[in-house]
């Protein structure tokens, strides 16, 4: 029996197990230099890092988990450009040598999230290194019959006036990560649901995919919190613009404020700074929110939407009344959160 | 002044100067969750890891070089599919604090060799990380025109009597490695055009469209020495043949000659067992090789283009009348030569 992963033929015949080669936009599958894919005349693409230390632990997440996460973040990119995922690349970097039951849990993972989304693996690169590390690039095509516009949902750009909504939980998985941090996996025991946030977000396709039917909608992710995805919101395509936003304590899960309590934050505070929500953060005319508004009452009961508040002509963002700062998360800067 | 990347937006703001954000295929560019691309009906996409001490060293590497190689050879296999490549997607990991003039040559040498072959970059994402690497996906369209076939090159059926080709160096990037591993850059004094072959591989852009106009032509690049890779084209597509071919010296560059006798190996069964030589390899039926050898005519000097034997019904692979193992390189297994 072998422990390892012996060669990289012995692990593409594990991922030749794990994931289909064929879908109906696949011409050339995995094997050949290239892939070819079958394209509409217009593609969305997205590329994410998942990196062992950066992005998640080994020590408190399963290796499906890995799996799944490093997919689904991607996916959630997608998912913000109302697009249908088709296919990822994946370049996959693991330790040597490499247990071979970690490595077909992280493929079951990575698998599963590829097929509750339809999506198929044209291909990638596997090497050695002393980390383990995913780099995923995903592309998707419109779910907006041709001709008609917008054919992908954008960031920008707002107006004034304009209605600001998230759909998906603030703060969860922050709660989820430091509750991770601090306690490993006995967190889950009290905090089951902002544990699963962190180690299994579930991205939004079919949200982003009615987004997209709804005329004026303005939609990102949020993966580096609201503090830091919003401005961004505000100032994509050359805008300028601020928010006055509210965020009632009846708009959070009850495991966001009751760790936010626990620990001393505000919870309205807490979960603006967010960080790897991959809820969706978007705005609409005024005139469209009502309709926005009946659309969304579809959403299952654990995918929350509301409305938080306006966008303003002042910059700034003002929360629950106060003026609250530009920060979140950067890899690079001084002032990063973790 | 700035000795360092002091965040996410210092690092963008350096890529923006350095990347242009439009390109005839691209509708929306970076900045927003996905980048939008206008395909044709198909795309070649394929993608590469590039990672400090297993791809390269920054000891002997310049930073420009590093650059231009996490590139090159991920185009390399757009050249492989004979198509035109547009544009990439790359996950790129620094190590923090990271050195803004290593930043900018790194990005130089990156931005050099898309323009070389007018590739838009269309994003990516960044995170710091403890090694510098690079994940690259590129994706291209076809050259031959809409309803002709084939669209894009690729490995095979092969069939036995088809002719063999090379073109580009064998051995000679290996050659480099082993000398810059050795004496560092110092070894450039000796071999230069060794050094050159593995710090930046010049990717067969043009040769791969090319042969994509000649009818029956199978094509990949030898990115893992022709004795790992030969073996790949004579079986891909379910075919299991053999090869007899012939390396003579007249077929080598002078450095490899020099280099393998140097250090006490067949010039032959060097340039065999190659690694990172990113010459493409194909094969050809008999009737169509005479045109084949006019059409490459055309090559400049510095791009060999030679036949090198025959596909045969009998597997395995005979080189100068010896039989040659079936070896190559192979991150994962402990036969790997690096």
């Known amino acids: 029996m072998n422990d390892h992963i012996t060669s990289e033929d012995d692990f593409l015949a594990l991922i030749a197990e794990k994931f289909p080669n064929n879908h109906p936009s696949l011409i050339l599958g995995r094997g050949d230099d290239c892939a070819e894919i079958a394209c509409s005349s217009q593609m ?6 998942f990196l062992e230390d950066v992005h998640f632990r080994r020590t408190y997440f399963s290796p499906f988990e890995i799996g799944y996460k490093a997919l689904a973040v991607n996916i959630s990119d997608i998912a913000s450009a109302g697009a249908r995922p088709l296919g990822i690349s994946i370049g996959l970097v693991t330790p040597t040598p490499f ?3 970690e490595a077909v849990s992280i493929l079951d993972g990575m698998a599963q999230a590829a097929k509750e989304h339809d999506i198929v693996l044209t291909g990638g690169d596997l090497s050695r290194g002393d980390k383990l590390s995913f780099c995923v690039t995903i592309y ?9 516009k917008p054919r992908f949902l954008r960031r920008g750009p707002v107006a004034p006036g304009d209605k600001l909504f998230v759909c998906g939980h603030l703060g969860l998985a922050r709660a989820g990560l430091m509750l991770l941090e601090e306690h490993g996996r006995n967190a889950a025991r009290d905090f089951p649901v902002a544990c699963a946030a962190h180690l299994m977000p579930v991205p939004l396709v079919h949200v982003g995919m009615l987004l997209a039917s709804i005329p004026g909608c303005r939609v990102m ?7 830091r995805d919003l401005p961004r919101l505000l100032k994509a395509y050359g805008t300028d613009y601020g928010a006055n936003i509210s965020l009632p304590e009846t708009a959070l899960h009850p495991e966001v404020i009751a760790y936010s309590q626990k620990s001393g934050h505000s919870p309205a505070h807490f979960a603006f700074l967010g960080g790897e929500d991959y809820a969706l953060l978007g705005a609409c ?4 929110a009502e309709c926005l508004d009946m ?12 409305f938080m508040g306006t966008v303003t002509e002042q910059p700034g963002i003002i929360c629950n009344a106060e003026r609250f700062a530009d920060v979140g998360f950067d890899h690079f800067s001084q002032r990063s959160k973790t």
């Not at 998707?140 to 008609?148: A, C, D, F, L, Q």
């Not at 005319?285 to 469209?288: I, L, N």
């Not at 969304?296 to 509301?306: A, D, G, R």
């Open 285 to 288: 005319p005024a005139d469209v």
């Open 140 to 148: 998707g095509s419109p779910t907006i019959p041709e001709g008609k």
């Open 99 to 101: 247990p071979r039951e």
């Open 295 to 306: 659309t969304m009452q579809s959403l299952p009961e654990n995918v929350p939407f509301f």
């Open 221 to 227: 992710d949020i993966s580096d919190g609201l503090a």
């Open 44 to 49: 969305a693409v997205s590329t994410d890092i």
